[in-house]
Each structure stands twice: as C-alpha cells, then as structure tokens.
C-alpha cells in the first residue's frame, strides 16, 4: 500500500475533532429573558428538570418578568343567574379565555371560548351560582353568596379556598348578591393579598316610595396575605372603611383598592384603600352625572390606569368614560374624559358598563354581563361585537358543550381583562 494513501481515521480521532460544546447561556439571560417568553404549560414541565430549575419557575423574578411581557387577554366565567335559583350551588366553576380575531369579531364557533379550568373546586366543595369574580396579575379571587372566597391561577391550575373571614350582618339581611372580595399585588410588603369587607351592624328600611334607607351600619374590613399555606393563613383587619360599600365588583391599582361607596351624601364616589399606607380615604367621582344606584358595575382597571363608566344625565343608552392615572401615587388622581359611548340599540340594562380593553384606538366593553361592544376612537362609534347569550359557546373536558342561552336558563358571563402568568397563590412574590 503507498505510503502517500490516508488510512482512515481512529475512534479516537474522531473524538478529537468533536467540536466544543456550546457556551452555557448566562443564568440572568436564561431566567429574565428565555423562560420568561416559553408558554406556561412549558414552564410547569421544565419544574422536573433539576432542583435549581424549579426554584426558578417557582420563585417571584421569572413570574414578574413574564407579566411585563404578557399581554392583557380576557377571561370569562360562566355562571346561571342567580335569579333563576338563590340558593342553588353547584360543583361546576370553569375559567374560559375568550377568543377574538385580530379584528375585534369573535373567533370561530365553539372555539370562541378556550376552556381553561374545570371543576377546579377542591374535594366536594360546591359554590353559590352568585359570584363576583376580581382579577390581579393573572390570579383570581371568586366571592360568592355564602361567603366563600376562592383564588385561582386558571394557567397554572392552582386554586385553594381562602378560610372563613369574619361574618358579615348584611349576608342574609340583602337580596342584591355576594360580598365581593378584591385581590390586589402589595408592592411594599411583596406579596398579593384578597379584601373583604363585612357588617358588623346593619339595618334599613323602605321609605314610603319604597326605597331602601339606610338606617344604622358598622363596617369593618380585612386582608388576608398570599403565601406558603396560603389556606392555613389568617384574616388581618384593618381600620374601617369611611363609608358603607355597595354589592359591585371592586378593583385595584399598583397603589389601592377602590370599592364604590354606597353612601346618600358619597353618591357614585370611591372608597379608596391605600396597598402601602392601609388607610381609607374616598376618592370623588368623575364630574357630577346621573343618579345610579352604586352597586352597578361601573370601575375597573386596565395598565395600571382606572377607569370609570357612567350614564349621561338624561340619556339611557349613552355613558361617559372617565380615566384617572395614579403615576406618582397622586391622593387625588385628576378624572379625564376618554369617550362617550353612544349604544343606539337601547337595550343597557342597569347592571353593568364595564370596560375589559383599551388599546389606545379602541375599547372592548361588556354591558350586563353579555352583550360585548366595540368603541372606535376613528369612527366615534359602538358596535356590536358578540351577544354572549346568543353566540358564545363553551366546551366542557369531555366534549359537552354550554350554550350562552342553554335550555331556558339565563346566565352572565363575567368578563375579566385578564393575563396568563406563573404566579403562585402559595408562594410570596
């Protein structure tokens, strides 16, 4: 054999020309960019890949990091009036993500709704078909009739049911609904916390209109703190709120709590609950409009700004939005006039006017709990986007489906602007 010929090559060569390994990406790249931007069901799997990866995922920076790069979606839950039934439960509580196209219409069909958790109740518990349902940083606090609070993170499908707060004189006294309860991100003490109020006293009576007067009351309020045992903790009072609160959906910035007063002389006005501070102060409204009943649905929050719908005096199908921005924690944010929105079909209700979007050009508001509108600044014009009795379709795990509108029963479909996150309910943030 000529010596100019090339044997071939060893194992051992071969071996030798192995390129390096690739360099290990920075841990600050890996957690504050990488797994942060990965879908939450990746997120939970990558958990069993080694000790330091689920202290990671579990721990407060990679949630936080990915919070600032969700964007806002919207949740929806279910649930047949209550009307239909006071006192009936059920064992059936499911978190839908509504789905729209790019343009604002409703996504196709069944698919309009993507079920996110089913059934989550633990063990046999069962809950009031009456909730009110708060949103914070993709977890949600459901409050029900019988006095009941919930938290859940329907991404991660963490829930557990908060102990019993303190009783409340006015649960069995009023028809109007649940206690709400209010969830909120403390910042200085970092960690989440829920919020209820409840009556130590309370009486009224009709007037010979048949109005309700408010007679004598005692109010009182209390937080309870998000942590490791979540369901083992305790309810902390707090001082009491200035004024009586009204049955409406309560909301929160990065700086409070607001819960609309339900006071003759603090008609319309915020009862502001300070995250830092746990003080009350009240928060005036926007400038003076019609005279409603404060337990509509009228507050809520979106990007850090709150937001306020109320109707125009003399009109039964227009409402003004206000918005107010508490940058620099003002004590007195400034209201400003977003839109007014024009709804020419006449069918507003006196339930609700909430807003779930904002995205600069347009706003997405759901009126008494199921029919969804579409604001446009260009236009200056409402339209109709989804009648949720009629159009919306929700898919059960074993392939059943709910209609909007099914077999005679009513239902409200509470809208939530809402974002999928990692945050735990049991672990401080």
Known sequence: MSSSMTSPE???????????????????ILFGEVLPRLPIKSLVRFRSVCRAWRNAVDGGAVARRRLALTQ????????EDWHNNLAERSDELNF??????????????????ELLVEKALPGSATVTHDVVPTHCDGLVAVATRAGEVFVCNPATRELVMLPPGTPSARDDACAWGALPAAIAYDASRGSYVVARYFYREFQEAKDANGNFVLLNYDIGHEVFTLAAGAAAGGWELTGDPPHPIAFARPTCTREAIYWCADYPDEQNALVRFDLRDRAFDVLPPPPPGADNYSGEQKVTELEGKLYYSDYVPGSDTAVDVWVADEAGRQRRPEWKLR?????????????SVLLVADDGDELLVVVDYIKLYRYSDRCKSVSLVMDMAKELVYQREDGSLLYGDD???????????????????????
């Open 10 to 28: 060893s194992p051992e060569e071969k071996r030798c020309r192995i390129g390096a390994p690739p360099a290990a990406i920075p841990d600050d």
């Open 72 to 79: 806002l979606a919207m949740l929806v839950i279910p649930r």
């Open 96 to 113: 839908y993500r509504l789905l729209l196209t790019d343009g604002g219409a409703p996504a196709a069909a069944a698919a309009a709704a």
């Open 339 to 351: 839109c007014r929105l024009d709804f020419d079909d006449g069918v507003l209700g006196g339930e």
């Open 407 to 429: 077999e005679g029963k009513y239902y409200k479909h509470h809208v939530l602007p809402y974002v999928e996150s990692l945050v735990s309910v049991r672990a401080r943030q």
